[in-house]
């Protein structure tokens, strides 16, 4: 389960309609967004010495 101090990295299409992100923000505390990972729900692994 992901909690609210858990470093989150999300991918994301840019657009003025997208309401997702917004969703995901509320609920996290830290997030880095990239649009070079693509859509929503992309995942990736981050080493813990990186995040």
Known sequence: MVSKSDLTIIGYLPSKNSTNIF???????????????????VGMYVNSDVA
């Open 23 to 41: 969703l995901i923000m509320k609920t996290q505390r830290n997030i880095l967004l990239d649009p070079v990972i693509g859509d929503i729900g």
